[in-house]
């Protein structure tokens, strides 16, 4: 389990760090190539469409292959577009790398957390999709240094040197053994896990990050430029978010095992409304950046919770965890795409204050749907223990 939960944690990392690169990069994108604030939430949108467009091809090959083949040409596929995006000197070539970067991310995000769940112990799958989670801000805290080193020595030379690692070391953890799927499952699958109710939780638990990080990730580069802050500011902003939460994430996916996950929903959801409407009125950058940095934390922590309870729908709804994951890259994809493209789009017309009054107000009312749905949420650990004594007794 040590190697496996090593191989995903290595997986998330590199595709978070190429995700990640591009907030401080943007501003510095934006002046070189002179595209407008609109452009610049396509070009931050364009990860998302690539992950939405794999999601269900990619779920239905790990379903019938196994997810390892899929995560390590995921990686592979993010390397080279990268290389690409270094070399790229118009906006549309921009564009389609960062497209291609989204489809091997589609890939490698999907098949490398349903490779760890199909291997985890129920009672402590919270905990390791935690520890898969913390790839992922770890990855999301290089990213932006990545991006802040491209942005002084070069992109070409930076994104070469970083994709090639990523290929070498990907490429050493493919000794890592995964079992193949016996069993062929299809659309029809596909179709009775979207109905299951927990299901429907977690997709809508993943959607909402997808949403309010796309709207966060365009609107405060280039507001904390406009304020005076640089690259390396930007980079340092959200370096602190991320290395909170990558920090964080195995506590809180231990805790959601023991005590379940409604408690870390509601504070989470009471943070990131509190954030979002706070944003548009702060001004300057030692102001700013502090709140962008809690603002991140808020809004990424639904990634654990909301993954856990998807796996755990998966599972009753008797499909392979590939196609539940692809289901998880469905929701990601358009609710990244809303929040950076529409968000951009939106701020050029409005300014920044109406997007995130609309992040507010549907992280409010999401607040509002958990305290009155009241489901019940039984801590995995027990419940896998239920589990188990139904099987021997």
């Known amino acids: 389990m040590r190697r496996l939960l090593a191989v995903v944690v290595l997986v998330t990392l590199f595709e978070s760090t190429f995700f990640a690169a591009l907030a401080p990069l943007l501003p510095h994108l934006k002046d070189e190539l002179g595209f407008s604030k609109s452009a610049a939430g396509l070009l931050t949108a364009a990860y998302a469409i690539g992950v939405a467009l794999v999601a269900v091809p990619g779920g239905l090959i790990g379903a019938r292959i196994g997810p390892k083949k899929v995560a390590l040409t995921g990686i592979f596929l993010i390397s080279v577009s990268s290389v690409g995006f270094g070399f790229a000197d118009n906006y549309w070539q921009l564009v389609l790398a960062r497209g291609a970067q989204g489809l091997g991310a589609g890939l490698a995000w999907t098949s490398a957390f349903s490779w760890l769940v199909l291997a985890a112990p129920r009672e402590r799958r919270g905990e390791l999709i935690g520890y898969g989670i913390m790839g992922a801000t770890i990855g999301s805290l290089l990213g932006p240094a990545l991006g802040g080193a491209a942005a002084e020595l070069g992109r070409a030379t930076v994104f070469t040197a970083v994709a090639a690692i990523a290929v070498a070391t990907v490429t050493a953890a493919g000794r890592v053994p995964c079992p193949v799927p016996t069993d062929r499952q299809g659309?029809?699958?596909?179709?009775?896990?979207?109905?299951?109710?927990?299901?429907?939780?977690?997709?809508?638990?993943?959607?909402?990050?997808?949403?309010?990080?796309?709207?966060?990730?365009?609107?405060?580069?280039?507001?904390?430029?406009?304020?005076?802050?640089?690259?390396?500011?930007?980079?340092?902003?959200?370096?602190?978010?991320?290395?909170?939460?990558?920090?964080?994430?195995?506590?809180?996916?231990?805790?959601?095992?023991?005590?379940?996950?409604?408690?870390?929903?509601?504070?989470?959801?009471?943070?990131?409304?509190?954030?979002?409407?706070?944003?548009?009125?702060?001004?300057?950058?030692w102001a700013l950046a502090p709140l962008v940095a809690v603002a991140a934390i808020a809004f990424e922590v639904f990634w654990i919770p909301g993954t856990s309870l998807l796996s755990e729908g998966i599972e009753r709804a008797g499909v392979h965890q590939s196609l539940g994951f692809a289901l998880m890259n469905l929701a990601i994809g358009p609710g990244f795409i809303i929040g950076s493209a529409a968000g951009g789009a939106l701020a050029s017309v409005t300014g920044d204050k109406v997007p995130y009054l609309i992040v507010g107000g549907t992280t409010a009312a999401a607040l509002l749907a958990v305290r009155r749905l009241r489901l019940r949420d039984a801590p995995l650990a027990a419940s896998a223990a239920a589990a188990a004594e139904a099987e021997h007794g």
């Open 187 to 285: 659309l029809s699958d596909l179709w009775r896990a979207i109905c299951h109710p927990r299901v429907v939780g977690g997709l809508a638990l993943v959607s909402l990050p997808a949403f309010c990080i796309g709207v966060l990730f365009v609107l405060a580069p280039l507001a904390l430029d406009r304020g005076g802050m640089g690259p390396i500011g930007i980079t340092v902003t959200f370096i602190c978010a991320s290395a909170t939460l990558g920090v964080a994430s195995p506590f809180l996916g231990r805790r959601i095992d023991r005590r379940g996950r409604r408690g870390i929903v509601s504070l989470a959801l009471i943070g990131a409304t509190a954030m979002a409407l706070a944003l548009p009125w702060v001004h300057g950058r």
